[in-house]
């Protein structure tokens, strides 16, 4: 298999990686046979993939734009993935010039991609971190340099907390971020869930199996589950729904309906 310019020597192409799939679900080109092999298998089971994923990036840039509304100036993105068109920094930096955003992830590819598109950009910058291991994220040199944890700051982690395990604690990972973060905060969220997908659970966890098989397991929690996240956060309204009726431009009702799978929601610190 030809390697592109753009892959890292480092990464192995053979197998599939959850970011560069979902590259593939929103049109992008960063990504391999491997990966488009994997999202079409997904696929079969759930059709609706791409629009849970276009849904989820419409949420993330309605979000980015409430924060920068609220004054907030500063953007960590955990689980960031690949650039693609309308990104949190263009977001960010439309509505509030001058944002300063940091980018985390631990996929090799989403960090080179990351570090190109951001090259020359003072105002952001990427970091290759694991949401599993907050005190790397909150010490990297690219936090202390763009984000001043004593001020609010937006906190994102969309379509990621459904590849953390439980064993390896994503509600502590997630409270050790949020105790960083200064009173005034927002901490934004989606969540992968079987509630909302219009299929029957059985048919929605062939997909499952899919990440399953690729040793990138998809958790699917509960609304009480990923409620959990919040606590400690006053639910800004109108609170904790699926990502179309999340404060919508439009009318929700003429969305796909698989763009209501999981939730979505963004919490205050007080």
């Given at each position: 298999m030809e390697r592109p310019a753009w892959a890292p020597r480092s990464i192995d192409i053979s197998v599939p990686s959850v970011s560069r799939m979902y590259d593939y679900y929103l049109g992008g080109s960063h990504n391999f046979e491997v990966d488009r092999e994997a999202a079409r298998r997904?696929?079969?089971?759930?059709?609706?993939?791409?629009?849970?994923?276009?849904?989820?990036r419409a949420f993330m840039r309605?979000?980015?734009?409430?924060?920068?509304?609220?004054?907030?100036?500063?953007f960590l993105?955990?689980?960031?993935?690949?650039?693609?068109?309308?990104?949190?920094?263009?977001?960010?930096?439309a509505a509030r010039p001058g944002a300063r955003v940091v980018y985390v992830d631990h996929d090799?590819?989403?960090?080179?991609?990351?570090?190109?598109?951001?090259?020359g950009n003072e105002d952001a910058g990427i970091v290759a971190a694991d949401l599993r291991k907050p005190q790397e994220i909150l010490s990297s040199p690219?936090?202390?340099?763009?984000?001043?944890?004593?001020?609010?700051?937006?906190?994102?982690?969309?379509?990621?907390?459904?590849?953390v395990e439980d064993e390896d604690d994503p509600y502590g990972a997630v409270a050790e971020l949020g105790e960083a973060?200064?009173?005034?905060?927002l901490l934004v969220l989606t969540h992968a869930s079987y509630e909302g997908i219009p299929l029957p659970p059985e048919r929605a966890g062939g997909a499952v199996d899919v990440y399953e098989?690729?040793?990138?397991?998809?958790?699917?929690?509960?609304r009480e589950e990923i409620a959990r996240f919040f606590e400690g956060y006053d639910m800004v309204e109108p609170g904790l729904v699926a990502m179309p009726r999340w404060r919508p431009d439009t009318a929700p009702d003429d969305e796909d309906p698989y763009a209501f799978s999981g939730f979505a929601g963004v919490g205050r610190t007080a």
């Open positions: 997904a696929m079969e089971f759930m059709p609706g993939l791409p629009k849970i994923m276009q849904a989820n309605r979000a980015v734009r409430y924060a920068a509304d609220q004054g907030i100036s500063q993105d955990v689980g960031s993935g690949i650039p693609t068109f309308g990104n949190v920094h263009e977001v960010a930096h090799p590819v989403a960090v080179a991609h990351s570090e190109a598109v951001l090259e690219e936090v202390e340099r763009l984000i001043d944890l004593n001020q609010p700051v937006a906190l994102l982690l969309v379509a990621i907390l459904h590849f973060l200064a009173p005034g905060s098989g690729i040793r990138n397991p998809l958790i699917m929690r509960s």
